[in-house]
């Protein structure tokens, strides 16, 4: 039995951000032991250099997108963990899988994808399960503060980015040489920073170096040309960020197993109706794939 190429790039997709539900917990274990937030960036990015020369037949309009897109994840990266030092790690995946509404908008604004009412349903099924997952424990419980509105920002960059993303790889733009430039100039921009603003992480051990190789080589490299690759393959970048609202459940999952937190109705109810919003998007070309046919 031959999978399709879309349902191929969902699967990609969701190994992505099975990775990304994991490390935020290395990446609060590098908070905890003194990193400075550019740091944990700059070490999320210094492992695309060994891709560096695999590069072949490069086009000038790669570069220009991934330098774009580069920009894009910098600042979506550097607020993202800025805002995770004073919140919990759930908060803070919560937060950063609300923008997944904003991606039909977004679409529709910039380039005139019309938004059909599975969308709209999906959106919302998902929607009422990201906050029925986010009831209900302490853990959860914020104010509007700086951390707050510094994560809400990231959300908002890698939303554009998924959907940036999306119309690069359909308009024939490499998905492994776009993955490698934004790479590089994120990794170039973060650089400057740390160079003149921050001292080198004097904690290293075997926790912290684990830590930074999981989020560097696998939450990067892997995890982002994955996402690359399966945008291409899906060519809906609504499905991708549905499957993306699935990031807090997976760190929650983690959370259960490595830090002994208990499920709850509310919990099993959210990851019911964001898997049912995921379907959603998802069924229109599950019904013509490969997987479907008699």
């Not at 969902?10 to 274990?29: D, E, N, R, T, Y």
């Not at 919560?94 to 977004?106: G, N, R, Y």
């Not at 996402?227 to 959370?255: C, N």
């Not at 959210?270 to 046919?293: H, M």
Request: proline share 2%; with cysteine.
């Amino acid at each position: 039995m031959k999978i399709s190429d879309k349902a191929y790039g969902s699967l990609l997709i969701h190994l992505a951000v099975f990775f990304w539900g994991f490390a935020f917990i290395p990446q609060k274990i590098l908070l905890q032991s003194g990193f400075s937030s550019l740091y944990i960036v700059f070490f999320r990015f210094i492992f695309i250099l060994f891709c560096v020369f695999f590069i072949k037949n490069i086009h000038f309009s790669t570069i220009k997108r991934g330098l774009f897109l580069g920009l894009l994840l910098f600042t979506a990266m550097l607020t993202q963990v800025y805002g995770l030092r004073d919140l919990d790690v759930s908060v803070s995946s919560f937060l950063v899988s609300t923008s997944m509404v904003l991606i039909p908008i977004l679409n529709y604004i910039l380039f005139k994808k019309k938004i059909t009412i599975f969308n709209i349903l999906a959106v919302f099924s998902a929607g009422i399960g990201v906050v029925f997952f986010n009831q209900g424990t302490s853990s959860v419980e914020f104010s509007w503060n700086s951390s707050v509105l510094l994560t809400l920002l990231s959300s908002f960059c890698f939303t554009l980015h998924i959907v940036f993303t999306s119309h690069f790889v359909d308009n024939d733009s490499p998905p492994f040489q776009l993955h490698i430039f934004q790479s590089l100039f994120a990794l170039v921009a973060v650089s400057i920073f740390v160079l003149f603003l921050e001292d080198f992480p004097k904690v290293w051990n075997t926790e912290t170096i684990s830590s930074v190789i999981f989020i560097g080589f696998v939450g990067t490299v892997v995890a982002y040309g994955m996402l690359a690759y399966g945008q291409k393959l899906t060519q809906d970048p609504l499905k991708t960020g549905l499957i993306m609202s699935l990031e807090p459940v997976w760190t929650f999952i983690f959370a259960i197993i490595l830090l002994s937190e208990s499920l709850t109705t509310n919990k099993l109810l959210g990851i019911f109706f964001i898997a049912f919003g995921i379907f959603l998007c998802e069924w229109q070309s599950l019904k013509k794939s490969y997987l479907l046919k008699k």
